[in-house]
């Protein structure tokens, strides 16, 4: 076993790393119901020109605006009511000047009306409509094809859909939506004194936490889950695990136990089944990290503290589910703020400080042991200080990469 | 029918309004892989000190603090391997003065050593160790509880349970999770000219699109949506879905048709059958927006512009569901940004506008119609103007509730 640990990579090589080894997920159709968060997985266009024809916009009436040209409350126009215009009739009506028809919001307007006077300005009187506000042409009108046109591209491949993208989609016809599958991340556990959660350690014993911080990690980026298993000490177990892991999954997670003697045994497994593409990252916590491929599944060896294990998955790990899934990363997830405190560090060492955003957009840095779960608890989220710096100051605006 | 649509209240008072009749959802109990986005229904306490013992947080040496002082590169203190610790052994070393235990990260601190060297500060020598820099008490030891310490409450009821959460939801032996009921959201679609998603509109109809903003919003708050189905224009019908969905439902969404007539069939059906409690909101778009009762069920009638039954379900229907759910809304759903332009409105009014947010955290309006579905899509929340002010300049600092 030939160990390239202590040639570290910078987080940003990481990265780069990790999505160069990610797998493109093939397309499925969902239905629309259950499209909401996916990734498209090809353009969605309108079949239909949205609204299908000239729509009022208001309850009112259909006009031509050159007949209400200088309308008052005190000198109205008058004009004649051809009718009144029912919803989903189908019926196309048609105006003449100095006439009007009653509309309702949505109701299709007549040919020659080019626009629509709200109710509340008009009083009817017998045949008569008497119009108080002049319009102007398209007023209160919605042209046909203005919301969405026929042929034209809706959203295109990658969107992530939004609530109202859903909206959208079943306005344009989509009752099932062509979308990436999600990523199926085997996930096994590592470490002589790890126990199932449902078991009550005993002395040196520690539950798994690290599984299920990975399979929500996954579940919240919009993959499947698989626990794969424990593995405490067995190397033997450890590479059957791999080998039928690597059938089922399109990633897959160990993280380590917290010892040296068991980051090894995951090492020196994934030296001997695949190819170990880095070993070791430029990130506290969080160097001991292992990128690897085995027979074309990415595999990624993430260090045992909780702490630890919740900064690789979503400083690397995230990139590399969000490159699988064909999204860009959102601006939701970034966001400014202050920092309230000074932060020093290390030149010429990236580094990353778990924040906590406080009243008013201010991000207080939590300088928790990295082990301890209640850090990421209470974090909201990491900064990033750049390899360059000497640290940060008091009052600088920093983004904060919400976890 | 008495209509009240003509006392409209304030968005405040309908919120007021729909939280006072959300009703409570009971509590039950998940899988700890389940419970993603969850909401606790009762506080939970860790059966167990975390970490159980005094633990390693480092590779290195457990020793005795003082025995370390003033010890340098030039002038190491020689210390005696006592021997080597290994992960989830359980049995407990103890160390005299003078001596040194090699200990790995996570390992149990043996009695009597009260701090760990880092192995970087070290040689070994024979059966000596040469530490080269002194320790203080405590450094590079978790004291057992320091993570969680046992019977102490971990989270509260009504915590929104994140990815970490059910980490240390894991670490504290929660293989099950007591979380509230999601609540089941019936969804009512009306209007003569409403279609089903998977027909081709004829001309003068639409496809049922509020259905499915209805749905995806409901899903995305942590609720199960429920197509209970359309009403074109059938009294009958209406009557019929709404108390067969009381039985199975939550909560009752009808969003009506775009006219006025099926809007008052809405109504009238609501009046009939339960007690309408608002009828008419303030809110732009929005306005014709039901707050009613059909035993104890709450039913919420929104206007049927795609944007408007966005703009009710994010400033009002959003409410109710994070009462019923149980939790406080989360400050992740807000954002500060500055206006980029002058937003002009009337005063006396309160106003939801919505924005898209572009590069730097700047706000910009989309004054769209409001029948438009590409609005809601383009936009990433809404902007509210209080009702005491006549409009927003550019340059101010604005909230932005994100969709």
């Known amino acids: 076993m030939k160990s390239s640990f202590l040639s570290l990579i910078r987080v940003d090589e990481a990265v780069d790393l990790a999505k160069s ?12 119901d259950d499209a909401l968060g996916r990734v498209l997985s090809e353009d969605v266009r309108s079949d239909i020109d949205i609204p299908g024809f000239d729509r009022s916009w208001k309850d009112g009436y259909a006009v031509f605006a050159a007949d ?13 009511l051809k009718g009144r215009i029912d919803m989903g009739a189908g019926e196309k009506m048609s105006l003449s000047r100095g006439e009007c028809f009653n509309i309702p919001t949505g109701g299709q307007m007549p040919d020659g009306a080019d626009a629509v006077v709200m109710v509340e300005y008009t009083d009817e009187v017998g045949g008569d409509v008497l119009v108080k506000r002049p319009v102007a042409v398209g007023e209160n009108v919605v042209k046909k094809g203005e919301d969405f046109p026929e042929g034209g591209v809706v959203f295109g491949r990658g969107e992530v859909l939004s609530a109202s993208d859903l909206g959208a989609l079943a306005a344009i016809g989509y009752y099932e939506v062509p979308v990436m599958k999600k990523p199926v991340v085997g996930i096994i556990s590592t470490g002589i004194e790890i126990v199932p959660v449902d078991k009550k350690p005993k002395v040196g014993e520690v539950r798994d936490v690290n599984s299920y911080l990975c399979s929500a990690f996954v579940r919240k980026q919009g993959g499947i889950p698989l626990h794969l298993g424990i593995v ?22 160990i993280s380590g136990g917290s010892s040296k003697d068991i980051r090894d045994i995951t090492a020196r497994v994934l030296y001997t089944e695949g190819e170990v593409l880095a070993h070791g990252v430029m990130l506290a916590p969080g160097k001991p990290t292992i990128i690897a491929k085995v027979k074309d599944t990415p595999v990624i060896g993430i260090p045992g503290h909780p702490a630890a294990t919740y900064m690789v998955l979503s400083v690397i790990v995230r990139h590399l589910l969000v490159a699988m899934a064909g999204f860009s990363d959102t601006m939701k997830s970034v966001r400014k703020a202050r920092l309230v405190t000074n932060i020093s560090s290390e030149k010429g060492r990236e580094e990353y400080v778990r924040i906590k955003l406080v009243a008013e957009n201010e991000a207080m840095p939590l300088f928790g042991k990295s082990g301890l779960l209640n850090t990421i608890v209470e974090s909201d989220g990491v900064i990033k200080i750049p390899a360059g710096r000497e640290g940060l100051e008091a009052g600088e605006e920093v983004e904060v990469f919400l976890w």
């Open 21 to 32: 080894i990610a797998p493109a997920m093939p397309p499925e159709r969902v239905l629309l």
């Open 68 to 80: 209400t040209t200088n309308a008052t409350d005190s000198i109205p126009s008058m004009l004649k």
């Open 232 to 253: 405490r000490d067995n190397e033997e177990e450890m590479i059957s695990l791999i080998r039928s892991g690597v059938d089922k999954c399109d990633l897959i997670l």
